[in-house]
Each structure stands twice: as C-alpha cells, then as structure tokens.
C-alpha cells in the first residue's frame, strides 16, 4: 500500500531525512516515532504531498506519488499535529465543507457526517463553534475531517495530543477498528499509545531508521538480555546471596536494591537464553533455605527501548 525508497531530504545543508526505506501493506496499524528533529514529520509530509523529497521514490497503492497527486490525495486521510481548523465556522459546516472538498458524493455527505460525528463522540458540540471547543475536542474535529471521505489510508502526526486519558482510549478504540480496513500510519510522542495501538514500529533518529520491528518483537527482543525480579527470605547476608546466585549459568549483574521486613529485593541481570531463565534460577533457591516470596521477568517497555535507542543525542 506504501512503500518508500531511498527517500532523502536536504533542507539546505540540513540532512532530514536520510536514504530511508520501508514499506507498509494494507491493515497495518504502523507507529513512526523518534526524538524531535528526527525527521518523522518531514516523512509523513512528503507522503502526503504536502512536501517534495529531494531524492527517493514513494508509490501509495502502486502509484508513482509524483506523477499522481492529485488522485493518491483521494485516498489519503492526514492529520497534521497541529489541526488546521476553521476557528470561525461551527463544527457541522465545517464537515461538511470538507466533505464537499474531499469530492464525498452529496447523497453520502449525510451518512459520512453520522458515522464521524459517532465515531469521533462529537455529538455534544456539533452545533458549537469550532472556537469554543477544547483543544482535546478541536482534535477530534479534525480526525472526523481527515476519515470523512474513508479513505483507503490514514497518517494521523500525533493523533491524541491534547485529549484527556478518557479520550485517549476512545481515539485509540477508533484507530485500532480503522487498522481492520485502512493502512494507518502514525507519530506520537506518547509511547505508551503506540505499543497500545501499534502493530509495527519504525523508530527514526538524525534521519535514519534505527529499528522496523513488531512492537511484540522489538520489546522481547531489543534488550538482549532479561531482567529477574527476586524477593527472598533468608539470614544469609549479600556476600553469601550473590555467591550462591553466581552459580547462574546467564548471570550478568546482580544489584540488591532494598530490604523490607525482612525481605530482600534483588535485581539480576541475565543472557538471554532459550529456555525461561526462572527455571534455573528457582532450581537453584530450591537447594537453600531461602523462602522466595516474589520472582518475575521484568518486562521492558517500549518507552525505555526507545531511550536507550535514541540515548546520547541531541534534541531539538
């Protein structure tokens, strides 16, 4: 459905966008992220031709985005991040406006308009100007605006800025039931959305892509090793602890972090393995007098993924 090649963009001497390349086929909810600067936006404009690359190819439904504009717009949805709505106008016309600009025949205008204003929870402030509504409600409006001609695809550039957590949930419920028929592509700064919603991310720094990966794959996989959450009972002091845990086969790193009531809280590092690392480690407690009281595999989230992706550069 989209597929980018060598896509390059200079603004003068500035190097945006860098020889990237990826492709997204139908139904794929895909989130691009990066820190500011990264070039995500840059990205997501030339894709809707709203900028030109300065070297690269995009075809969007095997059409070269060159030399068909005007008939790839038809089937693109975009919500830039900061909506460009018509403060003035009340919230209806304003949909219909741009319904009758996105070319929605006039016997479907009614029925598009019903299903946005449902879909988008804007029955409340249909009748209100554009000018008195919050800024989570003006975002809303413009979602209703970028999917009123259902288009084939949507590229939202941070779709929840601004909702409150309620209407977070909601716009995401709506995106993940638009992936079921659409391609969407989106940016947000709000990781925990994107692993969320978010069947792929594409994570972008200094122009390049860092990382294309399933979100699944990329938190199970990006660490390179786990991380064993351990809570025992014992008299043994830490000397003694962490010489009998050295007898882990995939131990790295052991760090105590506190004691409560008697209980130790211990951290352990592990190599990655084939097999689930809390096995050995609760073979080898079974040998001792410890009492384990807690023992989980702390799960990296794709927020801390993200920093240690992206560590050590300079944001804009």
């Not at 691009?32 to 995500?40: F, S, V």
């Not at 994107?194 to 972008?204: D, F, H, M």
């Amino acid at each position: 459905m989209i597929s980018v090649k060598n896509l390059t963009k200079y603004y003068g001497d500035v190097h945006a966008i860098d020889n990237i390349s990826f492709d997204i086929e139908h139904g794929e909810i895909v989130g691009i992220l990066g820190p500011n600067g990264a070039g995500k936006s840059t990205t997501l404009r030339i894709i809707t031709s709203f900028l030109s690359q300065t070297s690269g190819s995009i075809f969007i439904d095997n059409k070269d985005i060159e030399n068909n504009q005007r008939s790839i717009k038809k089937i693109i949805g975009y919500l830039p991040e900061s909506a460009p709505l018509y403060n003035d106008m009340i919230v209806y016309d304003y949909l219909v406006y741009i319904a009758k600009i996105q070319d929605v025949e006039a016997d479907k205008i009614e029925e598009r308009l019903e299903y946005v204003i449902k879909a988008c929870s804007l029955a409340g402030v249909i009748e209100k100007s554009i000018s008195t509504l919050s800024k989570g409600f003006k975002q809303r409006v413009g979602i209703a605006g970028s999917i009123i001609h259902n288009p084939k695809i949507l590229i939202l550039d941070e779709p929840t800025n601004g909702l409150d957590p309620n209407q977070i949930v909601e716009i995401r419920e709506l995106i993940k039931s638009l992936g079921k028929e659409k391609t969407v592509l989106l940016s947000t700064h709000i990781l925990s959305e994107v692993e969320a919603t978010c069947g792929r991310v594409i994570i972008i720094n200094k122009g390049k892509i860092i990382t294309d990966s399933s979100t699944e794959d990329l938190i199970l996989n990006k660490t390179g090793g786990v991380s064993i959450l351990l809570s025992i009972k014992t008299n043994d002091n830490e000397d003694n602890i962490e010489k009998t845990l050295k007898n882990i086969s995939t131990l790295q790193t052991i760090k105590f972090r506190d004691t409560q009531n008697g209980i130790k809280n211990i951290t352990l590092f592990l190599k990655e393995s084939s097999t689930d690392p809390r096995d050995e480690v609760y073979n080898l407690i079974k040998k001792t007098d410890w009492v384990i009281y807690e023992m989980s595999k702390e799960k990296e989230d794709l927020e801390s993924i993200f920093r240690t992706l992206t560590k050590g550069d300079n944001h804009e």
